[in-house]
């Protein structure tokens, strides 16, 4: 697999009609980008300066089967009057026959085919923004003996305008309007004593091949990790002091009982009228692995263990 930087220049721009048959001149980085390799026990990390104002950490953990990639971007250089945008491109030996999967919402992967769409005859005016489409945990493709899978930790433009391809669109400044109503440039920047510089942009995201079939347990167990993660907090105190009010000394959940590997408590809200409100979502689509895309039971009485259940009301999202 082969992974690129590629910065498009876009001297005059419409917001909303990006990388496509505009005039523009993509610049692809220099082919050699220098980098440090730094080893440890627990993780390796190779380190790249793509330009002055790209930055990129991979790191792989001896005992993650992905790889951790940190970008830093910016802020975007416009001092020669053109406008910029950024983004990442994976390359794999892939047939994948025009079709790549994108989340919806975070939850079910939706099938996409590249210039096309299934309830009406596509002409396409745009063959790169009209294949993009918002990414807010990750997307994949597949030749049908591998896929290759990648997840984000916020929301991004994305897509995969060549077969084998995964690239996805990090950050851009552009310095014109596209005279379609917002009356302002996507020119984002933070001033301090009167100086304004370009946002800086930073993320991360994880990418890993697997067998046909088995991407799904990743993007879902690595997904739920990405995005509920343990929060860590600090403090300045005597372990006596704060053993006496922040260790946990009980559970509500019955000690003996833990929810189902493919079922995660998305919302655990206690309400004024003195219900509380639990959403349960089942983290894989119908079909989408053998093991895991199966009927769920979670049991309540053990759920809230140290409480008495006296009404209980199902609704779901349809």
Not at 183 to 197: A, I, Y
Request: proline residues 3%; glycine residues 6%.
């Amino acid at each position: 697999m082969v992974q690129i930087m590629v910065m498009a220049r876009i001297h005059r721009h419409l917001e909303l009609i990006f990388l496509d048959q505009m005039g523009l001149h993509r610049l692809l980085f220099q082919d050699r980008v220098p980098l440090k390799v730094i080893r440890g026990p627990l993780v390796d990390e190779v380190h790249q300066q793509f330009s002055p104002w790209i930055y990129q950490v991979t790191r792989l953990y001896k005992d993650k089967e992905h790889a951790e990639v940190e970008y830093t971007i910016g802020p975007i250089p416009v001092n020669d009057g053109i406008g910029k945008e950024v983004i990442t491109r994976l390359t794999a030996n892939m047939v994948t026959n025009h079709t790549f999967y994108t989340d919806s919402n975070g939850r079910d992967f939706l099938k996409r085919v590249r210039d096309y769409r299934e309830d009406w005859d596509l002409q396409v005016t745009q063959p790169v923004a009209g294949n993009y489409y918002p990414v807010n945990l990750g997307m994949y493709v597949t030749d049908g003996k591998y896929e290759l899978s990648v997840l984000v930790d916020r929301a991004v433009g994305a897509s995969s305008i060549q077969d084998g391809q995964i690239e996805m669109m990090f950050h851009r400044r552009i310095l014109y309007d596209d005279g379609r109503g917002v009356g302002e440039p996507l020119d984002e920047t933070v001033c301090v004593d009167s100086k304004c510089d370009g946002l800086v942009a930073r993320g991360t995201y994880y990418v890993n091949v697997n067998k046909l079939g088995h991407g799904a347990h990743w993007r879902r167990t690595q997904g739920q990790k990405v995005y509920s993660p343990f929060l860590l907090g600090f403090a300045h105190e005597d372990e006596s002091s704060w053993k006496s009010y922040s260790v946990v000394k009980a559970s509500m959940m019955d000690a003996n009982y833990s929810l189902p590997d493919n079922v995660a408590i998305i919302t655990l809200q206690s309400l004024d009228d003195g219900t509380a409100l639990l959403r349960l979502a089942h983290l894989f689509q119908a079909a989408e692995d053998p093991q895991y895309s199966v009927m769920a039971k979670v049991e309540l009485k053990k759920l809230f263990g140290k409480r008495t259940i006296k009404e209980l009301t199902e609704t779901n999202l349809s």
